[in-house]
């Protein structure tokens, strides 16, 4: 994790080099490990460098592409009942913050807040955004985390005495499997502490017409957003992947309740990654992201298997998508 000083701008050094390599590193390795798998798998932490986040933020602006306008009606309405939960002088803390649009709305209403964390795995995206909010509201202290937020996470000692709440908006935990939301659950309610606060979207199985458009936009934005993963391997693990010979491939899966996104090969083809060869069928997928659709009792269940007792729920009137304040029992 790099915690970043307050004005936003890291001083450069030896020990942010080295982190920079192993961060390359890492990925490289993740990379390699993932297209020797059988099936082929990528993590879809990697889809999220400066323009997968970029195109990120297109999706979420499509006709077809309904949870960011659903939770933003949700937030628009019921702010105060949720800020009402987070309490006054509370450390929010935003999981993959992306382009805090949400946010913005939950920071308007927030009570005297004591700082605002916003943690996500792309730097650049990061404090760009950190520094159109810092404008937005000038006397917030806004404090910047590049960090995997799958990881456990460490906040500043300087915040320890005040009451912590995660935000986790977008439905982002439905990009995990049960056992690693649940492990992402429990690791945040050690975060928080017993007492403090998850607030969290979450999105709602429906009809099966309305997914598959949702994740196979007419404009081909989810696909070019899909793609650009191989196009950062070619980039940063010395590849030669032929991406006009790939494509986009996201099936609703109702057996399993989630969206299944994949990068399929359109012919036979070999391709080398930092030196080492691989070989892809045709029609071979490799998978990249799941993202999965809960019912309201379903996820109450998987929160209190993580340490959270659920207080209120919000929604909007299709019952597309919800959001759920929780409270940590870690420690109790």
């Known amino acids: ?7 936003g701008k ?7 080099v080295e982190q920079s390599d192993q961060s390359a590193a890492s990925f490289e ?8 798998q059988s099936p082929k798998r990528l993590h879809c932490k990697h889809l999220y460098d400066q323009r997968g986040s970029q195109l990120f933020d297109r999706i979420c602006e499509l ?3 309904y949870p960011t306008r659903t939770e933003l009606a949700i937030m628009d309405e019921y702010a105060d009942q949720m800020t009402e939960q987070v309490g006054e002088d509370a450390v929010l803390v935003e999981l993959g913050s992306g382009s805090s649009q949400k946010t913005r709305v939950l920071l308007d209403h927030l009570r005297a807040p004591a700082a605002y964390l916003p943690v996500d795995i792309s730097r650049e995206h990061l404090l760009e955004t950190a520094d159109k909010l810092r404008r937005e509201h ?44 649940i492990e992402l659950l429990q690791n945040i309610a050690v975060l928080v502490g017993p007492g403090g606060g998850l607030l969290i979207g979450f999105d709602l199985q429906k ?6 458009d949702a994740y196979n936009d007419s404009e081909g934005i989810t696909a070019a957003f899909n793609l650009n993963l191989l ?25 399993r309740g989630r969206i299944e996104i994949s990068i ?54 299709r019952g597309w998508f919800a959001v759920m304040y929780l409270e940590s029992n870690h420690g109790n």
Not at 161 to 177: A, D, H, M
Not at 231 to 252: G, M, P, S, T
Not at 281 to 299: A, N, P
């Open 264 to 317: 399929v090969s359109q012919c036979d083809q070999t391709a080398t990654v930092a030196g080492r060869e691989f070989e892809f069928d045709e029609g071979e997928l490799i998978h990249t992201e799941y993202s999965h659709k809960y019912t309201r009792d379903g996820f109450v269940r998987m929160a209190a298997a993580a340490g959270f007792t659920a207080r209120k729920m919000w929604t909007d009137p």
């Open 231 to 255: 196009h950062r391997i070619n980039r940063e693990a010395d590849a030669d992947l032929d991406v006009d010979q790939f494509d986009h491939h996201a099936i609703y899966s109702e057996e």
């Open 138 to 181: 000038p006397g917030l202290l806004i404090h910047p985390l590049v960090a995997d937020f799958t990881q456990p996470i460490e906040i500043p000692a300087s915040f320890d005495s005040k009451k912590r709440c995660v935000y986790f908006p977008g439905s982002t935990i439905g990009n995990l499997e049960s056992d690693e939301a």
């Open 63 to 65: 006709p077809e592409y």
């Open 1 to 7: 994790m790099t915690s970043l000083p307050v004005d």
């Open 207 to 212: 009809e099966t017409a309305v997914l598959h």
């Open 29 to 36: 390795l993740d990379v390699l490990s993932g297209l020797s």
């Open 10 to 16: 890291q001083r450069p050094s030896t020990a942010s």
